[in-house]
């Protein structure tokens, strides 16, 4: 079944999640015409390849035509011509854009898939998806609503003011007039009763109006104070969970919306005021109102004018290199990157020459870190107008490149004791904004980087990443690592389930995650509150190890991700299973059974056990040696458990594993993904790489490897056997080996 089709069966509640993720970027009606086509194409490594995505994008847009010229339909057949035409407005100069995008969304929709059939949403999943967020911006959106329509009511009553006043200065310019020929006679008494009348009048209407005006001053005051602010510092936050492989980002073109509506409201305000104050030139009197009130009020609406603005500059999009664009906030010496901000407030008197400058490590306190940077490139770029956002001024920087500064001395002056991806860095923008005679000083800053020279340190510098968006919301928290927050083991796990849903397309169940429990805290892992540290994490070494807890997992992360990635997706890989649960599930299966779990003492292996029964009715275990990344290069996985064969006693080579943990046959488990073929090059003989391990019969516990290739044949047979098969010579340790 596709994953599209998968999707469509679920409840309404993941349906309304997977509708976040289709906007104008992608909308909904392409993803649900190409299924199948979108699903076969290998969208992540687009993002990095700009030719690739440029062909991929033309067949792309070549799918959609087809589609299109096949639709019966004529309201369908326009709307599909309108996406098809607003595709290359955006992406034809930028492919890898959407490839990008296509792949996010392929990522997200497999996310939400595996949360169905995995452990329930953790404690920070759900606050960021539960229904009193949805409330809230329901609230918001009526609120905002509400002082549009005060904002515009108010622009009519200073315009019916602007009418009496005419008419009073009329009137009184008409009975002073006449006042000169004849001050004594009735009339003019009357029309002076009626000019007060008419002034009394006025001078309500202007009091009325300041009052609406401060009225709905304080209301937008405060929505701003209790909404608006908690809602950006919300965004704010779960852009550092999406950081860190949580649920995808979504909420920016809604908090662009509040910020545009409600700086309208204030400019509107201010203009209405600036009306009011032309008003009194002409027309004025004792007492009057606007003259006492009118500067208290500018000042509060500029001051909520310059912190609106300045709170509106944001990164959208955090420092990352494209060659990792899941893992964001890493930076490597000399290796570019990209980013983007963004400025919500969305204003047609916007100066759109707004310069915007990048600056690493603005103000950084002496001695705080031992490595000091610079940008390399060019770190000055022009914001401009982004169709496909509303029309809402960002720039995204491509191609940022740091150089580390040399010292003269020959020394880096002051080493700390932190390490080299514990040290953060930040990456600042500054720009200035001027609108309607105001001048705002924007500045805005990354979320804290670490900075390596070498690919070996990403796995350290993504523990960093992780365990800093994890326990704080800081922006700015460069010395966190002086002495890192613990983190509860419910809290960890939840993250640490994000990591095989971003990087292996599926999370961890609740069987797995207390299995890495018990691997890291051992029996307080049954208690979800244990505060597990920094150093026990990532740099303490598993007792017996050389190497700790989070280098271990991320090995078997990367494992997954480039040789075992449909073995995992299709769940047939048990994973985090300890040797002596091992046994346990499998003594009193059927001869042949087996299960795969990752190797406990090497990095990045995967190993198989399996059952047998002798007559007598013993039971034995047999583990293989532990397959690394090298010698899965080789042969893909699924054909080494096919083809895998043991010999014994020199009897001829079998193949041990017949039934896939609980009682699945092999070939019904494997054979989809059974994928290389004997070659069929003439005249050449075909050859088969096999895997063969040897089964040594001595009664014996301790572990025993075969030291030699060679199989235990006589030579005649070797040299027969030799001539068809290719041999992988794979140690067998029997019973305890990893």
């Known amino acids: 079944m596709s994953q599209w089709k998968q999707i469509q069966q679920l409840e309404m509640r993941l349906l309304e999640q997977v509708d976040y993720l289709y906007d104008d970027n992608f909308p909904m009606d392409i993803r649900q015409g190409l299924a199948g086509w979108i699903e076969s194409q290998d969208w992540d490594s687009a993002v990095n390849d700009e030719p690739m995505a440029s062909v991929m994008f033309t067949n792309l847009q070549t799918q959609l035509e087809k589609v299109r010229m096949q639709e019966q339909n004529f309201l369908q057949r326009h709307n599909m011509k309108i996406i098809q035409q607003q595709l290359q407005r955006k992406y034809t100069t930028n492919p890898t854009a959407v490839a990008r995008v296509i792949s996010t969304c392929l990522r997200e929709e497999r996310r939400i898939l595996s949360s169905t059939c995995t452990q329930e949403q953790g404690a920070l999943e759900q606050s960021l998806q539960n229904s009193v967020a949805f409330e809230r911006q329901k609230n918001m959106d009526n609120r905002v609503g509400i002082i549009r329509n005060s904002v515009q009511l108010m622009d009519q009553a200073v315009k019916n003011i602007e009418d009496m006043q005419d008419d009073f200065d009329f009137f009184y310019k008409t009975l002073q007039s006449r006042e000169s020929t004849d001050r004594t006679s009735d009339m003019i008494k009357q029309g002076i009763t009626r000019l007060q009348e008419m002034l009394n009048r006025l001078d309500f209407k202007r009091k009325e109006i300041l009052s609406k005006m401060d009225v709905v001053i304080k209301e937008i005051d405060d929505l701003m ?22 649920p995808m980002l979504t909420g920016l073109e809604q908090l662009q919306s509040w910020f545009t509506l409600t700086a309208q409201s204030l400019f509107q305000i201010k203009r209405q005021l600036d009306k009011l104050g032309e008003l009194v030139v002409k027309v004025t009197y004792e007492s009057d109102p606007i003259p006492l009130q009118k500067p208290q009020m500018e000042e509060r609406v500029k001051y909520l004018i ?50 915007v400058k990048t600056t690493f490590d603005k103000d950084l306190p002496p001695g705080r870190v031992s ?65 309607q005679g105001l001048t705002i000083d924007l500045e805005t800053c990354s979320l804290p980087l670490v900075v390596i020279s070498n690919v070996s340190q990403l796995p350290g510098g993504w523990a960093s990443v992780m365990w800093y968006n994890l326990l704080t919301d800081e922006p700015r928290n460069l010395g ?132 047998e029964h002798s007559d007598s009715g013993d039971v034995k275990f047999n583990s293989v040696e532990p397959y690394t990344k090298n010698r ?28 896939l943990y609980p009682d699945i046959p092999k070939d019904e488990a494997f054979g989809r993904l059974y994928n290389s073929q004997p070659s069929k090059v003439h005249p050449y003989i075909p050859s088969t790489l096999i895997p063969i391990s040897e089964l040594r019969s001595e009664a014996s516990t301790t572990p025993r490897s075969c030291p030699s290739p060679e199989p235990p044949m006589t030579p005649g047979e070797f040299d027969m056997l030799s001539e068809h098969l290719c041999f992988d010579i794979d140690t ?4 305890y080996s990893e």
């Open 225 to 246: 104070t209790s909404q608006l602010r908690p809602e950006l510092q919300d965004w704010k936050r779960r852009q550092q969970i999406a950081a860190i492989g949580g």
């Open 306 to 355: 310059y912190h609106l603005i300045k709170s509106s500059f944001v990164v959208e999009k955090q420092p990352c290199m494209p060659t990792h664009p899941q893992k964001p906030l890493i930076i490597k010496t000399g290796v570019q990157f990209t980013t983007k901000v963004r400025l919500l407030v969305k204003l047609p008197e916007v100066d759109y020459q707004l310069k």
């Open 371 to 435: 490595r000091q940077f610079f940008i390399l490139t060019n770190n000055t770029k022009v914001m401009d107008i982004e169709d496909y956002s509303n029309g809402c001024l960002s720039v995204e920087f491509r191609h940022l490149q740091l150089k580390e500064k040399k010292y003269t001395n020959g020394t880096k002056g002051n080493e700390g004791l932190l390490s080299v991806t514990e040290e953060l860095h930040s990456l600042s923008f500054e720009a200035c904004f001027t609108v």
């Open 480 to 611: 966190f690592f002086g002495n890192p927050p613990r983190a509860s083991w419910s809290q960890l796990s939840e993250v640490l389930s994000w990591q095989f849903s971003t990087f292996a397309g599926r999370g961890l169940n609740k069987e797995q995650l207390d299995m890495l429990g018990e691997k890291l805290l051992g029996q307080l892992a049954s208690c979800g509150d244990y505060q597990v540290s920094w150093s026990k994490f990532a740099k303490e070494n598993i007792p017996g190890k050389p190497f700790s807890f989070w280098m271990w997992l991320d090995s078997i992360l990367e494992l997954i991700k480039k040789h075992l990635l449909p073995v995992w997706n299709e769940n047939y890989i048990m994973g985090f299973v300890s040797k002596e649960m091992e046994r346990a599930l499998l003594k009193d299966r059927q001869p042949g059974t087996f299960l795969l779990r990752f190797s406990e003492s090497h990095l990045g292996g995967i190993t198989f056990t399996w059952v």
């Open 632 to 659: 899965l290069s080789a042969l893909p996985f699924a054909d080494i458990i096919r083809d895998y064969k043991v010999i014994s006693n020199g009897g001829v080579p079998e193949n041990p594993l017949k039934f």
């Open 732 to 735: 067998m340790n029997s019973p």
